[in-house]
């Protein structure tokens, strides 16, 4: 088996740094390098204490570059990667139609998996939500909560949003015209069908997401709570050796874990 070789994308990130210190003892991988911005002061200093591998502006020819950046950052490193030939995984959230449009635009070119949550349990989990939410039926009432740490610049999450898609596929819903992404005023009672969100930023929490399905007289609460981001890194490092020589196309999580 080949080791593969990896490029992280804002590896001065909390989710880069993770990434870094993990593939630098994964003997799956060798790191290509750990990219950061270019006027990022750590440019020339080691990822970590006994590393032989220090923090680089340059993106260099590598088989799989690993994104955890701003949907900005990951749209201008795009066409570097796409000229490097090189595999995309990306955990990027908040990203608008437009740039998953770019995205997709260079899936024609290279192979591209991007998922807002690299979690097995949260795949596990938009399995148990498609399942309460084709039983209850579009009755229910259903609202998505999100919990980050205070620094978590998109709200709702990536994840909450993907989570509401997950209720309003499973009850036929057109995600767009009935998605409420924040609610306040007098005006605020729900709509029938409605799938409401709402976010709370606070101290170091890594990532809390429920579905709450709300009937007369009881509720049902599906809920995953990321204690640490191994949960991500894991996933993330699983896509990118499922990806590695793979033709360009754009690729899916569940096709990486499968529960
Ligand atoms: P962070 O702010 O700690 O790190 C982002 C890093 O990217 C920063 O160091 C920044 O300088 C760097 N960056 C920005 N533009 C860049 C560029 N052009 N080139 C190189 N580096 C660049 O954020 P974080 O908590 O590590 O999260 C990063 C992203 O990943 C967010 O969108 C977050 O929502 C998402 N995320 C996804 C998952 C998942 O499982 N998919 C899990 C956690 C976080």
Partial sequence: MSVINVAVLGAAGRMGRALSETIVN?????????????DD???????????????T???????VVVDFTTPDGLLQRLPEV???GAALVTGTTGLTAVQSAQLDAAAAQIPVLAAANMSLGVQLTHQLVALAASRLGVDVDVEVVD??????????SGTALALGRTVAA?????????????RQGTDSA?????????AARLGDVVGDHTVIFGLDGERVEVTHRANSRQAFVRGALAAAEFLHGKPAGRYRLDDVLKI
Wanted: net charge negative; aromatic share 6%; glycine share 6%.
């Fill in 147 to 156: 919990v980050h740490h205070r620094h978590k610049k998109d709200a709702p």
């Fill in 82 to 84: 796409v000229a490097r």
């Fill in 26 to 38: 994964d003997p799956r991988f060798s790191i290509a390098a750990a990219v950061v911005e270019a």
């Fill in 41 to 55: 002061e750590q440019v020339g200093q080691v990822v970590a204490v006994g590393s032989s591998v220090s923090f």
């Fill in 170 to 182: 499973a009850r036929e819903q057109r995600f767009d015209a009935i998605a409420q992404l924040s």
């Fill in 57 to 63: 502006a340059e993106l260099p020819d590598c088989d």
């Fill in 190 to 198: 729900r709509r029938e069908g409605e799938i409401g969100f709402s």
